[in-house]
């Protein structure tokens, strides 16, 4: 990739990428079983108030698109109250602190949701996979940073630095991207059901591991602080080059079967070397898992046009890891060697079970058509630098319909199909439709 390319890369995907990773970062520090939220109230209190977190994010994920949602403003409201939240948690308790957490994970999980628009309407396909694992690695690299640090700092420094990270959800807050419209055209694509149970399953383990698993590791404090979320890094970092030449499927075989090893290494006698192999298989393993989760999701949105499908994989992982740290919570009050043979078998079960199923999903990587015609080479050369949404846009814009007409099709407002057309044009060296239409047609007569 040349200079000119890298260039063009970071300024097209600049924001996309650090807006997620900086609410991604926010809830794996905080409220989804972090390091902030177990400093200020303990591990064992950390995952009842994370479940509380976990459902309502849940909860907001599916929660219908409103019209008032459309207005930019909302995202930077829903980031300020997060900060609102963060000043006032250290500084209540009981019910008040699951109110907060409940609201903690409304909010965050509208932000998801117009992340998700944001993202297939401006990403390049041939990049979905690189950014997704670039926000995966960054923000993973937050949860390190804290796990390093977050132990040794004052409760006021631990405010600062979840403030600090929700302002750079802030500034690089998306735009919801959206007309309440699209939504209504989910209906008529069904849902790759399989794919979305092998996830459900696959992340049932993820719950009873992080609320099971986890605090059972606390004899190795020193390692877990420093060691943990590395092997995490690498993995994710190594996904996307994987899911691309391999397709998306292959990273489900690595995931579990990492996994499948950190549960025979959990038999080991205890020690630094079986909590090094037992954390280094669990890293790798959930860092693959997470990303078939974000890519599997986000081709088949783009394939269907619907960015809301990539909220239904992140809510079927989500609900997964929700439903798996109850049956911990269960396991844990009716089962009296949860910690031995019995806990370890109940906590990987669900992953034997997803080997049943793996064959039959979909893959969902979409390969590259070798049998354009001369035309449609032309137009994918003119729009190489187009976003997906744009080059939807820059299609129909070429045909004799109106704009009204294009507004309607793609269930956009006319401002944003305004805002498209002026970039289109620009990238394309034109300045109105009609210079458009020209270039093109005087390509296919020659």
Known sequence: MDSNKIKDYCNHNYKLIFSHIFNYGFILVFPAFGPILNKLVGVEQGILLGSVF?????????????????????????????????????????????????????????????????????????????????????????????????????????????????????????????????????????????????????????????????PRLKQYAVLE??????PFLFAAAAAA????????????????????????????????????????????????????????????????????IIAFFVGAFLSGTYFGTILNIIFNNIITDYSGFIGNLLTFFPLFIVFLFVPSIEETLVLKDGDENKTELFLNELFSDLTPREREVADLLLLDITNEEISNQLFISPNTLKKHARSIYKKAGVQNKRELKNIVQDKIIS
């Open 241 to 308: 080059f994987i899911a691309d030449k391999f397709g998306r499927k292959i990273l489900v075989y690595f995931g579990v079967s990492a996994i499948g090893l950190a549960f025979i290494f959990s038999f080991l006698p205890p020690g630094a070397i079986a909590y090094l192999l037992v954390q280094t298989c669990l890293q790798i393993g959930w860092a693959f898992l997470d990303a078939y989760a974000w890519f599997a999701g986000t081709d088949y949105a783009a394939r269907h046009n619907q960015p809301i």
């Open 54 to 214: 976990l459902f309502f994010l849940i909860i907001s994920i599916f929660t219908s698109l409103k019209k008032f949602e459309t207005n930019p403003i909302v995202v930077k409201g829903l980031v300020s109250v997060n900060i609102v939240v963060v000043i006032l948690f250290p500084f209540t308790n009981g019910i008040m602190q699951y109110i907060l957490l409940a609201l903690l994970g409304y909010t965050t999980g509208r932000y998801t949701v117009f992340f998700c628009y944001s993202f297939m309407n401006h990403a390049h396909p041939e990049d979905y996979s690189k950014i997704l694992a670039i926000i995966l690695t960054l923000s993973y690299a937050i949860l390190y940073i804290s796990n390093v640090f977050v132990p040794t700092m004052s409760v006021l420094s631990v405010v600062i630095w979840c403030i600090a990270i929700l302002i750079g959800a802030m500034v690089f807050a998306p735009i919801p991207d959206f007309n309440v419209t699209s939504i209504a055209m989910f209906k008529k694509h069904s849902l790759p059901f399989k794919n979305l149970l092998v996830i459900f399953l696959i992340f049932i383990t993820a719950g009873t591991t992080y609320a099971g698993i986890y």
């Open 225 to 230: 602080r420093f060691y943990n979320i590395i």
